[in-house]
């Protein structure tokens, strides 16, 4: 089995700000549609106005943005990847059984900006959408079925939910920051971490100065025991 750290949502190169955290609840913002093919606005997700005040008035109710990952009412969730970070997954292996944590950079009350995991998908199928769009997803909305954006272009689609909470487990980095020094758990040693293999980036203190930039982060823990308890421990937070 492998964790998949997975990086989606406004940040400071996409959209320009913090998703907010409301009423105690991460709310994250879907990065700007950049290739004229969504159809669903901010406005659609009642997310109009914490865009553009994370935006800084860039974007807005009207602006077209990139929902994925979707996440459905049923708790189901359909998650689209292409070019060199779909490339990445391919060649670690990941498909049905793995599971992507998804997280993105929030803000607080407090007005301290951190990384948080806000969301979930447990793998149970992986679509080539070069192999043509799967009949019980002709009808969604999800960007990538939508329209192709890439050669490799693919869906992984499971069980998925969004966090109810802002709650500390799901919090990556370390109060006080920077946004980069996370606390990591303790299964994940160093070499453990795809993207993060230089020795510098593991702390002492059970701290891991992850990479500025990158999408996809796997953690291949096979059938050892401790992450998959730790993965569960995670997961009752939504």
Same mark, same amino acid.
């Given at each position: 089995?492998? *964790?998949?750290?997975?990086?989606?949502?406004?940040?400071?190169?996409?959209?320009?700000?913090?998703?907010?955290?409301?009423?105690?609840?991460?709310?994250?913002?879907? *990065?700007?549609?950049?290739?004229?093919?969504?159809?669903?606005?901010?406005?659609? &997700?009642? &997310?109009?106005?914490?865009?553009?005040?994370?935006?800084?008035?860039?974007?807005?109710?009207?602006?077209?943005?990139?929902?994925?990952?979707?996440?459905?009412?049923? $708790?189901?969730?359909?998650?689209?990847?292409? $070019?060199?970070?779909?490339?990445?997954?391919?060649?670690?292996? +990941?498909?049905?059984?793995?599971?992507?944590?998804?997280?993105?950079?929030?803000?607080?009350?407090?007005?301290?900006?951190?990384?948080?995991?806000?969301?979930?998908?447990?793998?149970?199928?992986?679509?080539?959408?070069?192999?043509? *769009?799967?009949?019980?997803?002709?009808?969604?909305?999800?960007?990538?079925?939508?329209?192709?954006?890439?050669?490799?272009?693919?869906?992984?689609?499971?069980?998925?939910?969004?966090?109810?909470?802002?709650?500390?487990?799901?919090?990556?980095?370390?109060?006080?920051?920077?946004?980069?020094?996370?606390?990591?758990?303790?299964?994940?040693?160093?070499?453990?971490?795809?993207?993060?293999?230089?020795?510098?980036?593991?702390?002492?203190?059970?701290?891991?100065?992850?990479?500025?930039?990158?999408?996809?982060? +796997?953690?291949?823990?096979?059938?050892?025991?401790?992450?998959?308890?730790? &993965?569960?421990? *995670?997961?009752?937070?939504?």
């Amino acid at each position: 089995m492998r *964790i998949i750290f997975s990086r989606k949502g406004f940040d400071s190169g996409s959209g320009g700000g913090s998703s907010p955290i409301v009423d105690g609840v991460p709310v994250s913002l879907p *990065i700007p549609d950049s290739k004229g093919i969504a159809r669903a606005t901010y406005g659609d &997700l009642g &997310l109009g106005d914490h865009a553009a005040r994370a935006s800084r008035g860039a974007y807005g109710a009207d602006s077209l943005c990139h929902h994925d990952p979707l996440f459905t009412g049923d $708790g189901r969730c359909l998650f689209g990847q292409v $070019g060199a970070a779909q490339t990445h997954l391919a060649n670690q292996g +990941v498909g049905v059984g793995d599971t992507f944590l998804f997280f993105g950079l929030f803000v607080g009350d407090d007005g301290e900006r951190h990384h948080r995991i806000f969301g979930y998908l447990r793998v149970t199928a992986v679509h080539r959408l070069a192999d043509g *769009i799967p009949e019980h997803l002709e009808d969604s909305s999800h960007p990538h079925v939508l329209g192709m954006h890439g050669s490799n272009d693919a869906i992984y689609e499971g069980e998925g939910r969004q966090a109810r909470f802002a709650s500390e487990a799901l919090r990556l980095t370390v109060p006080g920051g920077p946004l980069t020094l996370w606390k990591r758990p303790a299964w994940l040693k160093p070499g453990g971490l795809s993207y993060h293999d230089r020795r510098d980036r593991w702390l002492r203190g059970g701290r891991l100065r992850s990479v500025a930039r990158g999408q996809e982060f +796997v953690a291949d823990v096979r059938r050892r025991k401790t992450p998959r308890e730790w &993965l569960e421990r *995670i997961l009752e937070e939504f």
